[in-house]
């Protein structure tokens, strides 16, 4: 019986310390007793939807936390679209950029063979008025009654060069005499058609 006194008086003591400790910090306004010995007292109903009105918070928190997400997932994808547009429209400047470059070395190159093609003719012309000068009038007009009309008037062309700068009378006048009528007719026609040649 001595143990169970011995228990009693140390259970009377610990209520008399929670007991100090509630109204001191009742005192210093650290907590209310009343407001919790009335809610100890109530059957307070409430006390669980608290707990699930937390849980809904959270869950409207990570909802929203989610939308966000959602948001910046799309404007992500709107930028990789826009940046494989981008691409897509660089690769197409590209590539037509190549197309305009091969185009304009093909046309350069097929300019540089006009060229070539001209100096050797230029070459090939020159050679021609240099014998047909060097020969007699009427061996070099049956050489040109042969020839084609164009191919006359660029062998006139070049005999009257060299005679300019050789300073001598062009003898083209007096080859148009003893060449045939109708071919002289239609190499003096070129003649009127291109002036700058005479």
Known sequence: MG????????LLIN???AGSTLY?????RVINVLSITNQLTKKDVSAPLRVEDTLL??????NKKWEL???KELELSNQDQSILASNLDLATEKTKLQDER???LNEQILVDLEKQEQNTYDIKITDVATQ???MPPQTAAELLNL???LQVVDVFKKMDQIAVAAGQASTVPFLLTLIEREKAARIQTLMLVSPDSF
Do not use: R
Not at 3 to 10: E, H, P
Not at 57 to 62: N, P, V
């Open 3 to 10: 143990q169970w006194i011995k228990v009693a008086i140390l």
């Open 15 to 17: 209520i008399a310390i």
């Open 24 to 28: 001191f910090l009742d005192y210093m």
């Open 57 to 62: 918070l959270e869950k409207e928190e990570l």
């Open 69 to 71: 997400l959602t948001i």
């Open 102 to 104: 091969e185009a304009f």
């Open 132 to 134: 047909i000068s060097g």
């Open 147 to 149: 020839q084609d009309d």
